[in-house]
């Protein structure tokens, strides 16, 4: 696994065009997994401070309470339709809860403001596997980028 600022220094080109899909909208799905070990899909944010990569959640959210009993996620960038659509960014791994009230709260005031609650859930989001698919230059073929700990990032191009 690997934090935010990890990534970026092993693959530095991929992480400028994976923060520049998760920054291009607002909004983004997450998928939890449930009780039952049924995939859940829920919208969220996301922000960076600190060299790492956070997602906030309301108070007893269902994303927040499957992340707290099993903490694997599965994080897709917002997207757009063609012919805009630019690419999709994906990255997968495994979200740590901060509980520190000081910690969050100066975590969340990175983005200028305080939590929405004082109860709001705070996750780290740790890296396993970061991807972008997108079109080639001449868009006629679509273009994996994949990135994981270690292994550094390959290229796979189909038609």
Do not use: C, N
């Amino acid at each position: 696994m690997a934090r935010w600022d990890e990534f970026e220094a092993e693959a530095p080109q991929l992480a400028v065009t994976v923060r520049a899909r998760l920054d291009a909208g607002v909004h983004k799905t997450i998928a939890t997994l449930r009780k039952d070990g049924s995939p859940r899909i829920s919208g969220i944010e996301t922000f960076w401070a600190g060299g790492d990569l956070w997602t906030g959640s309301m108070p007893r959210a269902r994303k927040a309470t499957d992340l707290q009993r099993d903490p694997r996620f599965a994080l897709h960038s917002a997207s757009t339709d063609p012919p805009e659509w630019d690419g999709d960014a994906k990255l997968s791994g495994v979200a740590e809860e901060l509980t520190d009230p000081e910690r969050r709260l100066e975590l969340f005031r990175t983005r200028g403001s305080d939590p929405p609650s004082p109860e709001s859930h705070l996750f780290r989001l740790e890296l396993l596997e970061v991807a972008t698919v997108g079109l080639s230059e001449g868009g006629d073929r679509l273009v994996v980028r994949h990135w994981a700990p270690g292994r550094g990032v390959t290229t796979i191009e189909r038609e």
